[in-house]
Structure formats: structure tokens, C-alpha cells
């Protein structure tokens, strides 16, 4: 429900991969009549579990979840694709009169679904058939070439095989008449659309670093190589941009024959700690979040984070018909 200020509160958990929001984030909605709305820019994609963290049933029938298994992981599913979706989540948590609890990695989701997205072009799927057409013709590469004499800005910004990426520079560029460079700059993310509540969850580097590890040997265990074994097989194509997702790239390369299991294991642990890092160099950023450093070898080491919010969501009120 609106807060005084007109905007539906929101609970927002953020931190480092394996830091523990999921099972925090349950807890909360267990506690304050929530859903859990995902912001994980990998968990939307059909068919990739074994490596994306995904609620289990056990978790789902604890809380509500939205934000999961939205598209199939041959298309390209963009961050105005995920905003809509969360939006449209929110709204529906919100006439149900309970409390969204925001939890996930994938900063820039949260920070345009928090904020808003630039206004930039929708995209036209018939440009963008035509640049697709090209990166399979002449190489992703060739999209590179070409948005380095469109929108060098872009092009430096960007990997000369995101082909996602390079597809929607190239297809603000030519329908909008300026670089996305330019419509970023000009029209930056605006101010809080909800009254949020936002707890960061954070831990001892070198405790977290053996969180990951375990949770990357969790991984391949619960069976990720024969995952992307299957996804190949099915005819996903491997510039997907599911594939992006630590854990299966390392996957596919080992399928391709380029590294033994034992370097993809190793390659999926070092990136995901290289990972957490740069997720808590965002949410650091990130203004008006209360933070709490967790130690691992307490009985309840959530205790301070969970008087936090619901402090947090006092104050604004929650829930608005008490």
C-alpha cells in the first residue's frame, strides 16, 4: 500500500552473491505479509537452474515469487523487459495489500526498476532482425565495427562480442538519431518511484569467498554441466544471452573442448568471487541503504538486519491499514 509520501512502500535486500539475502528475504516476508519480486538478471531465463540460485518449492511455498522463469534462454530478454515485468509484479503484490521484498545481484535492474530507465526507443523487431541478420552473416564483431562509427562512446563501453548489447546501441542509434551514449547522459535515471525500505547484507571476505566456493561446487553437483549439455543440444545458441551467466559459460568453453572440467570449476569459483566484488563496489553506491556485516559463526547472525527493517517499515507506516 502508499505510504504517506503517495508511493507503495517497498523492501529492498541487496549484497553480494551467496552473502544469504534469499534466505533473509523469506524471513522478512514470512514476517511482514510479503512476496518476494527477484531482481536477477539470469533467473528470468526458462531451463537455467542448476547455477542461477532459483527458489526451490520449498521456498516458493513459503513466499510468493515473481521475476523467475520469464522467457526462454534463446531470446533476449533486455532490462526494460525485466522493469515492465517487476512493475506489473509490484502493482499486483500491492492491491493484494502486501509487502514487495526486492532481493537479487543484478544492481542496474534494481537501480531502473528503483529509479526508471532512460527514454530511449522501444525496440523495432524488424531493425533488429535486420542487425541479427548481419552479426550472423559478417560476425558480432561486424555490429562492433559498426557502432564504432556510429557511437564510438558506446563502442568503448561495450565487449566486441556482447552481440545483446551491441544490437540495442546500434538500434537507439539509428531510430532515435542519436547514440545511446548521448540518451544516457541526457536523460538519466530519476528520483525513488517507492518508498523503500533497503537492508545490504555484507560478510568477511574470506568467509564469503568460501560461501561461493561451495555454493559454485553445489553447482556441478546438482548437475550444471549436463544443464548447458542440454540447453546446446535443444538448439540454444551459444551468443545467447542466458549464456552470459557465470557458471554456463565456463560450462559451454569446457563443452567446446577448450578447458578440462577441473578449469571450469575453477574459472566459474574465481569469477564469481570477482563477481561479489564488483556488486558490492554498485550497491555501495547505492543511497539510503543501512548495512550489516554478517558474521557466519553466529546462532543468528541476521539479528540487527531484521530489527532494521522492520524499524524501516514502521516508519513509513507499514502496513498502511493497521
Known amino acids: 500500500m502508499p505510504a ?3 508511493r507503495p512502500v517497498v523492501l529492498v535486500v541487496v549484497g ?4 544469504g539475502k534469499s534466505a533473509f528475504a523469506l524471513d522478512l516476508c514470512e514476517r511482514h505479509a510479503g512476496e518476494i ?4 538478471s539470469m533467473q528470468v531465463y526458462r531451463g537455467l537452474d542448476a547455477a542461477t540460485s532459483k527458489p526451490t518449492a520449498a521456498e516458493r511455498a513459503r513466499a510468493p515469487h515473481h521475476g523467475v522463469d520469464l522467457a526462454e534462454p534463446g531470446e533476449d530478454f533486455s ?4 522493469v515492465r515485468a517487476a512493475e506489473r509484479a509490484i502493482t499486483g503484490i500491492v492491491a493484494r495489500r502486501r509487502l514487495p521484498v526486492l532481493v537479487g545481484g543484478t544492481g542496474l535492474y534494481l537501480k531502473a526498476l528503483l529509479r526508471g530507465m532512460a527514454a530511449a526507443p522501444r525496440r523495432d523487431p524488424r531493425l533488429r532482425q535486420r542487425l541479427l541478420d548481419r552479426a550472423a552473416r559478417r ?5 562492433h565495427r559498426l557502432l564504432t562509427r556510429l557511437d564510438p562512446d558506446s563502442a568503448a563501453r561495450l565487449g566486441p ?6 544490437v540495442r546501441a546500434l538500434e537507439v542509434r539509428i531510430a532515435a538519431g542519436r547514440p545511446l551514449s548521448a540518451v544516457l547522459r541526457d536523460e538519466p535515471f530519476g528520483v525513488e518511484r517507492y518508498d523503500a525500505v533497503k537492508i545490504g547484507l555484507d560478510m568477511d571476505r574470506r568467509a564469503l569467498y568460501a560461501r561461493i566456493d561451495a555454493r559454485v561446487d553445489r553447482f556441478f553437483a546438482a548437475g550444471l554441466v549436463d544443464e548447458v549439455r542440454r540447453l546446446l543440444g535443444a538448439g540454444r545458441p551459444p551468443a545467447a544471452n542466458a549464456f552470459k551467466a557465470i557458471g554456463y ?3 559451454a568453453a569446457h563443452l567446446r573442448g577448450e578447458t578440462d572440467l577441473e578449469a571450469a570449476m575453477a574459472l566459474t569459483r574465481r569469477n564469481t568471487r570477482r563477481y561479489a566484488k564488483r556488486q558490492m563496489t554498485w550497491f555501495r553506491r547505492e543511497t539510503g541503504v543501512a548495512w550489516f556485516s554478517l558474521d557466519p559463526g553466529a ?3 541476521c539479528t540487527a538486519a531484521r530489527a532494521a527493517a522492520a524499524a524501516g517499515l514502521a516508519a513509513k507506516g507499514w502496513p498502511a491499514w493497521a
Open 4 to 6: 504517506s509520501s503517495g
Open 16 to 19: 553480494p552473491t551467496a552473502v
Open 37 to 40: 519480486v527477484s531482481v536477477d
Open 79 to 82: 532490462m526494460g523487459d525485466f
Open 139 to 143: 560476425g558480432v564483431a561486424s555490429l
Open 161 to 166: 562480442r556482447d552481440r545483446q548489447r551491441l
Open 249 to 251: 559459460r565456463e560450462v
Open 299 to 301: 546462532s543468528d547472525p
